[in-house]
């Protein structure tokens, strides 16, 4: 089976995992303080981690060899579930979707530069359309960013830089175990945050907040599994595209859940962003056959592949 295959499989696992979060971030509501539901979230997902872990490896299960780039992935990781939480709590599950998955358009933009990936024209179109549905979506007709918004946005960003991390780490690394050093790390940094700043924290007030925490730990442990290994098998572009199947998803489960309607302008959006998304994975699975034809054709046709690419 094509490694690629296998990273989008795991992909569509993460994307239900990560429905679930935002569901039971939003059922949470602003109440709670943030720092709160991260700290139930990092501390409560490193039981099942750590025993998938040793169970896959036994006592290697926190060997890691780059260390240095294992610390970048816990603190950008960290930055994008907190922006990630932040943009849910305030704005529209399906706007805060929309914008959030928009990091693919960055994963493109950094593929070269930080990869080797190359990108050509039709994807670096893709790209500028896909922007423009992020403005439309998030500031249309030059309306000043609600913080959500920036939230989702920034999120998006880090997002990218950790697509592009957890790809580099997935050559050399076990996803179980760059799991379980994310979530430890993440764990430790609430905790830090909690000692600085007590005022973070609030005990659960009753059995129905307690559930949702729990909730939350374990699907964040699963998600980390489904999502790690994504990138292991799949290239940046392709696994952060498919990640695109949340937005009108989540729309709809906005809609149902928590009467959450999204206007004119953020559909609009929220479409110009998709089509670009899928243009990409589209253009991914193109040159994916087309490098097999060259495998067979010879280098007259990697010439031309990578001049249209």
Partial sequence: MPPNLIGAGLTLITVAFGLCTGILVKLLGDSMPLLTVLFFRFWLSLPLLFLGTWILRGPDMLNITARKRMLVRIIIGFTTMFCWFSAVRVIPLGEATALFNSSILFVTILSPLMLGEKVGPYRLGAVLAGLAGVWMIAAPGGVAWQMGNLYALTGAVTGAFLSVTLRRLGKSESPASVACWYNFGGALIVLAALMVMPQGWATPADTREWLLLIGLGIVGSLLQFTHTASYRYGE??????????????????????????????????????????????????????????????????????????
């Fill in 236 to 309: 940046a572009v392709i696994v952060a595209s498919l990640r695109h199947m949340q937005m009108p998803i989540a729309a709809l489960v906005g809609w149902l859940a928590f009467s959450e309607t999204l206007e004119g302008h953020e559909l609009a959006g929220g479409a110009l962003v998709l089509a670009a998304s899928w243009f990409i994975i589209w253009r991914e699975f193109q040159l994916y056959r087309q490098r097999r034809l060259q495998k067979q054709a010879g280098p007259a046709m990697s010439m031309r592949q990578d001049s249209e690419n």
